[in-house]
């Protein structure tokens, strides 16, 4: 007999996730969940699935989070999924804590949720900040150095910084953002040889009015609207190229995020909007 879970879609800045709280429905094959749901014209249409559960037996954590790709691949990390998950676990009564400790693959995030009384005393999660922890600029396993600052897809070269959020990222300048044919760029430089585990790839741009217009082709993703583990490292890389100072706002196609890397802790500090879109119930593939 085939079973039926219940899910949730949201979004933070227009990158979607289907959510399922595994503490009700057991999903035995993620992968296989994720790649079927994630197909916009047979399933249900999003970037990946998103189970949220209880956190390892000896970790200090709340809950926790697994990201799985819409190719079936499994994530590390995700900045937009993981201020969902403080919107979707307050507002559903399943904690009354307004800071979350969340387990990851990339280690335990602090999520701070920001309040707004929407009328009839009822609190709604407005906003979320997500400690990101320390970004990473060396890590073999995610980057080959020997490779250097540049790679080459389709004849054309570009120049690239390497910041790890936990999961690998490859931040791009360049002087032509909403022109630039990211799927052609990115698709090739996300399975580029300096990256053993695939990456993330960025294509940023410094606007005359400060922010940083940034365009997104993700591993197992292809071109997705957000990514928070992305906006905070295109913030990273332009601060250590002396573009911006160590506050950014990240103008993404799904909407703006604010990035801080703090000067005290080091850490990275995302702040942006969390938002359901529908609810349903679907079938185990």
């Known amino acids: 007999m085939v079973k039926s879970v219940k899910f949730t879609k949201m ?5 979607d996730y289907i959510y399922v709280d ?6 035995p094959d993620p992968s296989k969940a994720a790649i079927a749901w994630s197909k916009y014209h047979t399933g249900i249409g999003s970037d990946g699935l998103v189970l949220i559960g209880k956190p390892d037996e000896g970790v200090e954590a709340d809950f926790s989070m697994r990201i799985f790709n819409a190719d079936g691949s499994e994530a590390m990390m995700c900045g937009n999924a993981s201020r969902c998950i403080g919107k979707y676990l307050y507002e559903k009564g399943l904690t009354s804590k307004t800071s979350i400790r969340l387990q990851t693959l990339s280690g ?3 999520l701070k949720l920001h309040l707004t009384d929407e009328g009839h ?3 709604k999660v407005e906003s979320v900040t997500v400690d990101m922890l320390q970004p990473v600029f060396h890590n073999e396993k995610q980057y080959d150095e020997k490779a250097g600052d540049t790679l080459t897809a389709d004849f054309r070269t570009f120049r690239g910084t390497f ?3 936990g999961n690998p990222h490859f931040v791009c300048f360049v002087d032509d953002i909403e022109t630039l044919d990211i799927a052609r760029y990115g698709s090739i430089m996300e399975r580029d040889a300096a990256f053993p585990e695939r990456c993330n790839i960025e294509f940023a741009q410094l606007m005359a009015d400060g922010t940083i217009r940034t365009r997104v082709w993700e591993r197992g993703s292809g071109i997705t609207m957000a990514c928070g583990t992305g906006a905070c490292a295109t913030a990273v890389a332009a601060a250590l190229t002396d573009r911006k100072g160590r506050t950014s706002d990240i103008a993404m196609d799904g909407g703006t995020l604010h990035i801080e890397w703090n000067e005290q802790d080091g850490h990275v500090y995302m702040t942006g909007p969390a938002a359901f879109a529908f609810e ?5 593939p």
Not at 280 to 284: A, F, M, R, S, T
């Open 11 to 15: 979004h933070g800045a227009g990158n």
């Open 22 to 27: 595994t503490q009700k429905y057991a999903i």
């Open 108 to 110: 335990v995030k602090i």
């Open 121 to 123: 005393n009822i609190n």
């Open 163 to 165: 910041v790890s959020m």
């Open 280 to 284: 349903g119930e679907v079938k185990l």
